[in-house]
Every structure is written in structure tokens, then in C-alpha cells.
T-cell receptor, first 113, second 115 residues
């Protein structure tokens, strides 16, 4: 099974409220990623977990948090949503190693009002 | 930083015609980049189409081909004869060999194949 699951598929949030997105995979992959995708823009890496080590991109460091309680699950947390957070959030996982393919989930579409 | 530039879409072609999507990259932080093409079919998530991790090599899948050209920093995607089922959004991506294998994506190229 090469499925990456994301919940919820659609999320409506109010400005200033927290948002928590969930991702799971059963492939025993070392690494899990979160990307943000806005219309007419490239998917942008926000952060990734390599095993239990969290790596956040410099320009999104303070905007997003994440946790990985076990190998299969990874969350993306926004403490206080702003309008600019409206986007598709893509979770992916991969076995570590150069050239490894990333397997993507269907995405969660977040709309902040 | 690292970047990927690809053909701006949408690209419309007729069934059985040839298709080429240009992709060029700039890898300032990666000594030996890996190159990928991902595809998103309507209603589905992103999935790997093909990858090449060694300069000079060619990757192929589902009738698509792409050659990793280090001299021109290009990784163009080609197919000789497209089918309606090839209608999708295609993303060129650049990756590293380091832990985490981060990907830098292009903006994506929407391809519409007319029957």
C-alpha cells in the first residue's frame, strides 16, 4: 500500500483560530513532508521530519509547527490562522536516500475566512 | 537559492501529436541534484512520473522520456504521441541527496489533450 492519507480533505477556519491538519502513511517511511500549494504557484516545502528530527524552512519557521508522535503520523499546526494561509496543504513521505520518490497525499484545502 | 523553471501552461495538443515540456533548473545549494517529473491527474494526488539521479542519463515511464543534461541544466519532458488520458498537470522538481531529500518544484504545466 503506497497510500498517504490526509484529514480533513477540506477545512474552513476563522482568522485568528488554530488549525491542525493530519497526515498518515503505512509504508514505514523515514521522512514526512508538508508542502503548501497556492494557485499558480509551485508547491513550497514548509517543513519535514527526518525520523524524529523536525526541519523547518527558514522563511516559514515561525508560522508552522509540526509533531510526529510515531513513524506513521505527522501533523501540521497553525497557531493563529491568517487569510494568507488559505491554500492546499500537501503531505508526502519517502524512504530516505538520494533519489527516493516522495509519495503524496490528496491534500487538504484550507480556507481561512 | 535553488529554482526550477518550466513551460508555462496551459499547453493544448491533439491526440497522437507530440508533446514537449521544457524544464531548466538552477541548483546553487546542491552539488549533484536529482531530477524528477511528477504528475497530477484530475482528481488525484501528485505522483512520480519519472526520475533521473545521474547526469547524462535518461528516464522513461508511460511513454514519456526526459534526459538529465547537466551542461544546459535542463530536464525536458517529451512524449512522441499523447493520449487523452495524458491530460494532467506536470511538475518538474529538483532534489538533493542529503537527508530529507527536499524537493524544489516548478510551477507546473497544465496539459490538455484534445480527442
Amino acid at each position: 500500500d503506497t497510500t498517504v492519507k490526509q484529514n480533513p480533505r477540506y477545512k474552513l477556519a476563522r482568522v485568528g483560530k488554530p488549525v491542525n491538519l493530519i497526515c498518515s502513511q503505512t509504508m514505514n517511511h523515514d521522512t514526512m513532508y508538508w508542502y503548501q500549494k497556492k494557485p499558480n504557484q509551485a508547491p513550497k516545502l514548509l517543513l519535514f521530519y527526518y525520523d524524529k528530527i523536525l526541519n523547518r524552512e527558514a522563511d516559514t519557521f515561525e508560522k508552522f509547527q509540526s509533531s510526529r508522535p510515531n513513524n506513521s503520523f505527522c501533523s501540521l499546526y497553525i497557531g493563529s490562522a491568517g487569510l494568507e494561509y488559505s491554500a492546499m496543504y500537501l503531505c508526502a513521505s519517502s524512504r530516505d536516500g538520494g533519489g527516493s520518490a516522495q509519495y503524496f497525499g490528496p491534500g487538504t484545502r484550507l480556507t481561512v475566512l | 537559492g535553488d529554482s526550477v523553471t518550466q513551460t508555462e501552461g496551459p499547453v493544448t495538443v491533439s491526440e497522437s501529436e507530440s508533446l514537449i515540456i521544457n524544464c531548466t533548473y538552477s541548483a546553487t545549494s546542491i552539488a549533484y541534484p536529482n531530477l524528477f517529473w511528477y504528475v497530477r491527474y484530475p482528481g488525484e494526488g501528485l505522483q512520480l512520473l519519472l526520475k533521473v539521479i545521474t547526469a547524462g542519463q535518461k528516464g522513461s515511464s508511460r511513454g514519456f522520456e526526459a534526459t538529465y543534461n547537466k551542461e544546459t541544466t535542463s530536464f525536458h519532458l517529451q512524449k512522441a504521441s499523447v493520449q487523452e488520458s495524458d491530460s494532467a498537470v506536470y511538475y518538474c522538481a529538483l532534489g538533493s541527496n542529503s537527508a530529507g531529500n527536499k524537493l524544489t518544484f516548478g510551477i507546473g504545466t497544465r496539459v490538455l489533450v484534445r480527442p
